[in-house]
């Protein structure tokens, strides 16, 4: 009875270690994946219908989840796993996904001068170089991405500068306004005193000389 014990918690041991080498396997993958491409985060090919994208991420998701692992790097990979679903179901953003990767097989194409029936394109070769030219292709659009959006941010602030100079101006022309505007009793006292100054020179009489 005790041995079969024993030999049932060594099997139990050893379905827990190979459960979690599989968990930190998965999870080690997807960090290699790369990011720009969801469908190499969720290990799937380009084109498969989104029933199986959701189950991919439900698969994936159970065996890498941080309530199921010990793995300090499980909520990474758990983030990045529920960013990919969401690009992939996102029916823009998977739509520029796979015009890039669709880019990327063309310009094979082209650099190789193969025309499209060429029997090189269903060789694992080839599959592996199409997935580094979508690399390329990929980090390509995120650049130009960034630089689209650092110019739209830098002309959004010139804009919001201007803006705030126009309503420093007006700022300053009210109190310019509003500072005449309290002088302006002082000013007509002023001239009053002014003119009755003069008045009083005028009837002055000239002294008479000798």
Do not use: C
């Amino acid at each position: 009875m005790t041995a079969d014990r024993d030999d049932k918690d060594i099997l139990a041991d050893l379905d827990r270690e190979a459960s979690e080498y599989i968990k930190d396997a998965e999870i080690q993958r997807i960090l290699n994946a790369f990011k720009l491409d969801a469908y190499a985060i969720l290990d799937l090919q380009p084109g498969v219908p989104e029933s199986d994208i959701k189950m991919q991420f439900r698969k994936k998701s159970l065996l890498i989840h941080p309530d199921k692992t010990k793995n300090p790097q499980a909520p990474d990979a758990f983030d990045r796993l529920k960013k990919a679903q969401a690009e992939l179901t996102d029916e823009k953003m998977r739509e520029r996904l796979d015009e890039a990767i669709a880019d990327a097989r063309m310009l094979l194409i082209r650099e190789r001068k193969w025309t499209v029936d060429n029997p090189e394109l269903k060789t694992p070769e080839f599959t592996a170089d199409w997935r580094a030219k979508t690399r390329e292709v990929l980090i390509d659009n995120e650049l130009r991405r960034r630089k689209q959006l650092k110019a739209q941010l830098a002309e959004e602030g010139r804009e919001q500068r201007k803006a705030e100079m126009e309503i420093e101006e007006r700022k300053r022309k009210r109190e310019n306004e509003v500072a005449w505007e309290n002088t302006r009793d002082n000013r007509i006292n002023s001239w009053r005193d002014f003119q009755k100054g003069g008045a009083k020179k005028k009837k002055k009489k000239a002294q008479p000389i000798g």
